[in-house]
């Protein structure tokens, strides 16, 4: 009996020995797993990657304790990011911060069906409220809060250009839709591809298409567009999607199996002569050594000077994340003066912050500040300010089939149908 109470109470001690081992390694294991910041986005291609990195750096060397996850899923315009943290935000496993446009995507898709914390101290208690245009804090702000820090401000109506091929065949970089047919023609004359186009993500082919609405109805006529003053099916929509088409005639052919940079690889490579995509091309050009001016050219995309189409990358504080406090620091680092000349010069896009250092920023990007301050703002269709993603996403499917088929009657009918669907 007395053998036995022995051995009881020794096995009780090594259980209980093991268990505070256990505990002490959980709790070790539990604190270093505090000491994260997972950061989410589909920022995986030249440019996108070295600036969000450069992001990252300067993070690490503020807050060395922190571990930061840097988790990507590749596709430009997120469009497979989009779906993996749909999934994870619904099944309650928010990562700490993810990027997301500011404008309708940010809005409509995670704060009004409150998934979001607001994030108004991190401009308000730094007192950089003012240090971000009115445009930017409005797209970003729901009920008198902000609920996402913009890292800068795109441009996506950017047609690039290789100037050599240009040169070559004494032509000008054309400046209206009217110049575009023209050299168009004389480029698929001299055997050269005119116009670049990677739409195996389709939405290339919606970017490129809300240039054409622009170009055709103005700043006025397209914004009309998303709140219903301007019809789908009105004359003026037919004809501007009618050239969209048009200009679909002088696309490489294997523009189905391309993605937006192979396309703006084509135009670096001397294979096309042209391509219409957002500023994210210059960081990728940058990335690859290249200089502007010298080894591409760039305008707005023709029929669109005057106009600039805008989106935004931001990131938010999502409810119920894992270690808030270190993406409250996040939020700063990427409000901050330092964060905003750390990241834009590399990504190829301007500061969203009008106070930043501009001796940091090339010909390119002074040139898109420039234009930000005295061009008409519209918002981005294919990159989440103008439309929900639902409608963007009807947007897309109708475009995918456009782009083959080019009906244009009966595409104008099916954006009526789905902006009624939107707007009723
Ligand atoms: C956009 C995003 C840009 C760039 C681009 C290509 O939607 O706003 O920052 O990443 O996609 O991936």
New binding site residues.
Partial sequence: MRTTTRFVGVLTLILLLSATMLYAGGSKEQEKASNELEIFS??T?GG?AEGLQALIDLYSEKYPDVEVINATVAG???TNAKAVLATRMQGGNPPDSFQV?AGRELIDTWVVSDFMEPVTFVLKDNGWMDAFPKEVIDIISYEGEVYSIPV?V?RSNVMWYNIEIFEKNGLKPPVTVGDFFEVAEALKAAGVTPLALGDTNVWPATHLMASALVAGLGPEGYKGLWTGETRWDSKETRTALARFADMLEYVNDDHSALT?IDAAGYVADGKAAMTVM?D?VHGYYLSRGLKPNVDYGYAPTPGTNGVFIM?S?SFGLPKGVPHPENVKRWLEVLASVEGQDAFNPI?G?IPARTDTDRSLYDVYLLSAMKDFESNAIVPSLA??SAASESWLTAINDIVNVFVTERDVDATVRQFQRAADEELK
């Fill in positions: 589909w920022w291609a996108e430009g315009a997120g446009h800068n795109h937006n957002g994210w989106l990358d990504k896009s990159h989440g």
